[in-house]
């Protein structure tokens, strides 16, 4: 029997991680995790026959521990819980909460020589050196699951990374790809969820259309296959069906191709190393006819931009920018800025960061990406308090 557990279990990658899990009678599921949607992890948990089903939030644990009554399933809550979760003996966990709250179980998984299957972009781009140092001292193993990553780790399979002259990760450009910068500014959060390809969480849907998540995605790349930013481009390609593409010395290209269906990178995640079938439908090239590609637009899609300063700077810039990013989003989510006025707070918090020497001091545990995390946090409150007073 193959322990599993999943992190993240109530959100989108975490239903198609437990798609795939619920059709393989050889696994068991060890822990499933979730946050505000009490019902649906106690349904997932029961129907999963978990051990145990964690709410990230201690004031839903009556909710849970109800909903899971007879069912045999222990119910936790709180942080620490999600923590001790991920400690509890499993083979494969799947790292999907989303943000930088992932940072610490994923840390708690490592620590038991495991292999944690990453969706969770955020741990790579806050404190990628530190994770996979801590990676290599417990002898685990990271898995991408994040599309492009998945196809560049297959991509890879059997080649000498020193061969590798550049690394090509694609976007779809979101719903706003057309958008003039006028239009941009004024757009909704109904509009930003709207993608038009993937079906993904609402977070990471904002981040698509502001293409925050192709700069997470950036450093993931960089901090993942350790490729010197200057090799890393980024394509737009609105069909969404060639993930990445690998360049070598010889000018070859390699290319990942496959259908958006994120069961894809968490099946093979789930079966690597070897290949299994998966139920993701198969692509017809021919109804599909033509497949474009299009430079990004900086101008009107900054994030790139900020993505590679953060990049050049190193340290803790890249926890302070996924930390800013967050805060930012939270903002527009609630309606208190506009699309446009993200990139603006992040490059204000990175601003305001800079004459802090701790910004560039290399990360050496999860304790200080956590503080440089902290700080950001507060820097884009304060960038926020400005633009509204300013207004
Ligand atoms: P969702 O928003 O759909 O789900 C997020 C999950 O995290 C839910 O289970 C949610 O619980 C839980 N959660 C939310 N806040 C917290 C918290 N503070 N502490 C603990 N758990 C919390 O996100 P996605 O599934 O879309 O994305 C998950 C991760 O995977 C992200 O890092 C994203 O960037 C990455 N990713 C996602 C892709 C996709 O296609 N969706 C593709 C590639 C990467 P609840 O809903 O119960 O509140």
Redesign the pocket.
Known sequence: MRRISV??????????TLDLIGRRADYRVVAL??????A??AELARSHRAEVAV???PACFSALKAALAGSGVDAAAG?EA?VEAAGRPADWIM?????A??LA?GFAALAQGTTLAL?????LVAAGPVLMAEAARHGATILP???EHSAVFQALVGEDIAAVERVIITASGGPFRDWPAERLARATLAEAVAHPN????????V?SASMF?KA?ELIETREFFGIAPGRIEVLVHPQSIVHALVGFSDGGLMAHLGPPD?RH?IGYALNWPARGALPVARLDLAALGSLTFEAPDPARFPALRLAREVMETGGLAGAAFNAAKEVALDHFIAGTIGFAAMAGVVEQTLDRLSSDPGLTIAPSSLDTVLAMDHLARVRAADAIADMSRKK
């Open positions: 992190f993240g279990a109530t959100g989108s990658i975490g239903e198609n995790t979730g946050g505000r949607n009490v649906r992890l709410t990230a939030y942080p999600l790292s999907a909460i989303v943000g709250a992932g179980p969706a969770n972009k955020e741990s699951v994040d599309s993937w079906a993904m969480g609402q977070r990471i849907s981040d998540n997470l994120m990178a």
